[in-house]
């Protein structure tokens, strides 16, 4: 039980993970369970000790609030980084795209005529030179 170690040390409190020790009335009471934290009337957040003697919980919250909050704004951000990422890919694909491809096919289309009319030239000279026509 909990209370055999009132007015001993923090660490030897501690040792049972049920317990929460009180740095300022020196007690050692079981956590109360059904509360995420210890009621104020038990022991103030700044001399609760639970798990380890060094981290009071007030220390802990303001952590984990600090580690929290972070980790939510960058999933935010790497969110909104995937949607624009998203968007640009659809507007690369988009009317825009489909008019460029057209003007880039016709401009090969126009330059394939060209090398084969230069091609046929050619030949029709060789075919002349060598009276094979």
């Not at 798990?51 to 972070?70: D, H, K, P, R």
């Not at 890919?89 to 009317?95: A, D, I, P, R, T």
Request: charged content about 35%; glycine content about 6%; aromatic content about 6%.
């Amino acid at each position: 039980e909990c209370r055999q170690y009132t007015n001993r040390s923090c660490e030897e409190c501690l040792k049972n993970v049920t317990c929460l020790w009180c740095a300022s009335s020196g007690r050692c009471m079981e956590y109360p369970v059904r509360r995420i934290l210890p009621p104020a009337d038990l022991c103030e957040l700044r001399s609760a000790r639970w798990g380890v003697c060094w981290v009071n919980f007030e220390a802990l919250i303001i952590a984990m609030s600090v580690v929290g909050g972070t980790l939510l704004i960058m999933l935010g951000v790497c969110c909104c980084c995937c949607c624009c990422k998203k968007k640009s890919k659809k507007q690369v694909s988009g009317w825009g795209d489909d008019e460029r491809a057209a003007r880039e096919r016709e401009k090969r289309r126009v330059r394939q005529e060209e090398r084969r009319a230069e091609m046929k030239s050619r030949h029709d000279e060789i075919r002349r030179k060598y009276g094979t026509v």
